[in-house]
C-alpha cells in the first residue's frame, strides 16, 4: 500500500503543477507559464523555511524544555529511535480540544505539537499511537509534500482569481485570440481550477493520513491504540471543535478539528474515522492482536 500511495502523491502533485503551468500559459504563452512557475517556486521557498513558525503561532504553540515533561520527551525519543529519526522537538497547544499535528521542513528540525486535551483525555498507550502517528509524517516527508501541496494550490487559487478579474474587466488575451472565447474560456479557468486544486490537494491529505496511520501502527506496535485514541478524538471534536485557529491548516492534525468546514466528502481533509479505524484493527489482526 506505502509504494502505492506515494506513486498517487507523486502523480497528484504532478497534476497540480500542471494546472498552475496551464493557467500562466493562458495568461501568457511560454512566458506566463514560466511566471507561473517562478511564483510558485517563491511560495514554496517561503512555506519551506517559515510555514512551521506561522503555525505554531497560530495556535499559541509553546515548546516544552526536556526537563519540564521529562516523561512524555522519553516517550518521543524512544519512539523517535524505533522510528529511525532524530527526536523532534515537543510543543503544547493550550486548548482542551484533544489533537496533535506535526511541522518543521525536514526530520532535523520537526515539531510534534500535542494539545492539552489531548494529554488529559487519553492514557500512555494511546498516546504512543499518536505520536507515532506524527512520528510517521515526519518520517514519510508528509509535513514538506502537504506543505508544497497547499502552496500550489494557494498559488492556483490566487492566479485563477486574478485571471478572473481580468476575464471581467476585459483584460484577457491578446490581439489574435477570439475575445469572446477567451473571457468565457479565463471564467471558466477561474471557477474550475480552485475546485480541482481543492481536490487534488485534500485527495493529497487523506492518502497520506492513511500512510502515516499503518506507518505509527508499525512504529508503537500497538495499532489498536492508535484507533482508540482516534475514536475518542473523533468524538470530542464533533461535539466541541476548534474555535478560532484556520481551517486551512486542518490537513495537518491528526483528526480535522474543524467541523462545518468542507462542503462534500471530496474536499474532506481526511479519510473518515471510522474507515482509518477498521484499517487499524485489520492491520491488529494481521500483527496477530485481538481486542
Do not use: C
Not at 504532478?14 to 495568461?27: K, N, S, W
Not at 495537518?252 to 462545518?260: H, K, L, V, W, Y
Amino acid at each position: 500500500m506505502g509504494l502505492g500511495m506515494w506513486l498517487r502523491t507523486g502523480f497528484l502533485m504532478a497534476v497540480l503543477t500542471g494546472i498552475l503551468m496551464a493557467i500562466g500559459y493562458f495568461l501568457g504563452s511560454e512566458s506566463g507559464m514560466f511566471l507561473a512557475f517562478i511564483f510558485a517556486l517563491g511560495i514554496n521557498f517561503f512555506s519551506y523555511w517559515y510555514s512551521d513558525k506561522i503555525v505554531l503561532t497560530w495556535y499559541r504553540a509553546r515548546i516544552l524544555d526536556p526537563m519540564e515533561a521529562p516523561e512524555l520527551y522519553e516517550m518521543v525519543e524512544g519512539l523517535a529511535n524505533e522510528a529511525g529519526i532524530p527526536t523532534p522537538k515537543i510543543a503544547l497547544v493550550p486548548t482542551d480540544v484533544p489533537n496533535a499535528f506535526a511541522t518543521g521542513r525536514n526530520p532535523k528540525h520537526a515539531v510534534v505539537a500535542v494539545t492539552q486535551g489531548l494529554l488529559r483525555i487519553l492514557n500512555k498507550d494511546e498516546l504512543e499511537g499518536v505520536i507515532s502517528h506524527e512520528l510517521s509524517h515526519i518520517k514519510n516527508r508528509d509535513i514538506l509534500i502537504q506543505t508544497f501541496a497547499a502552496a500550489l494550490a494557494g498559488a492556483i487559487m490566487m492566479i485563477a482569481r486574478w485571471l478572473g478579474w481580468m476575464a471581467w474587466f476585459g483584460g484577457v488575451g491578446g490581439r489574435d485570440r477570439d475575445e469572446g472565447g477567451n473571457i468565457l474560456g479565463a471564467l471558466a479557468i477561474a471557477i474550475l481550477a480552485p475546485l480541482a486544486a481543492m481536490l487534488i490537494q485534500a485527495a493529497i491529505s487523506r492518502s497520506r493520513e492513511y500512510l502515516a496511520d499503518e506507518t505509527g501502527a508499525k512504529i508503537s506496535g500497538k495499532p489498536w491504540a492508535l484507533a482508540s485514541a482516534l475514536e475518542k478524538i473523533e468524538t470530542y471534536v464533533s461535539r466541541r471543535p476548534l474555535k478560532g485557529g484556520n481551517p486551512a491548516t486542518a490537513h495537518m492534525f491528526i483528526i480535522n478539528p474543524f467541523r462545518g468546514v468542507n462542503l462534500a466528502t471530496l474536499f474532506a481533509t481526511h479519510p473518515p474515522t471510522e474507515k482509518r479505524i477498521e484499517r487499524l484493527r485489520k492491520i491488529a489482526q494481521d500483527m496477530g492482536m485481538y481486542f
